[in-house]
């Protein structure tokens, strides 16, 4: 089992920015993927950034060049940090591992963090 925390969500103006962070407690060894999903309001959760423990790094298109998703030398970590914000960011963001254990893979998230950004 993976828990996970969130902070660093909040309202912000067009242009600002914020950075999130996700700590993972339990069996971090076997954490392969984290990263940050959204879901805005009456939107399907997306994709934004995953970062696997190799270093493989996903951006969605609608927030390359503006966010960098990054984990902390322990692994246990993942942050997002978000420039430029538009109104369009504006969602629940959700932390996400994946861990594997033998030939399964398990997903775990986050409870979810608000960011707002106002125009």
């Known amino acids: 089992q993976v828990q996970l925390v969130e902070s660093g969500g909040g309202l912000v103006q067009a242009g600002g920015s914020l950075r999130l962070s996700c700590a993972a407690s339990?069996?971090?060894?076997?954490?392969?993927?984290m990263g940050w999903y959204r879901q805005a309001p009456g939107k399907q959760r997306e994709l934004v950034a995953t970062?696997?423990?190799?270093?493989?790094?996903n951006y969605a298109d609608s927030v390359k060049g503006r966010v960098i998703v990054s984990r902390d030398n322990a692994g246990n970590t993942v942050y997002l940090q978000m420039n430029s914000l538009k109104p369009e960011d504006t969602a629940v963001y959700y932390c996400?591992?994946?861990?594997?254990?033998?030939?399964?893979?398990?997903?775990?998230w986050g409870q979810g963090t608000q960011v707002t950004v106002s125009s």
């Open positions: 996400y591992v994946r861990s594997r254990r033998g030939v399964w893979e398990y997903d775990y």
């Open positions: 970062i696997t423990s190799g270093g493989s790094i």
């Open positions: 339990g069996s971090i060894v076997s954490i392969r993927t």
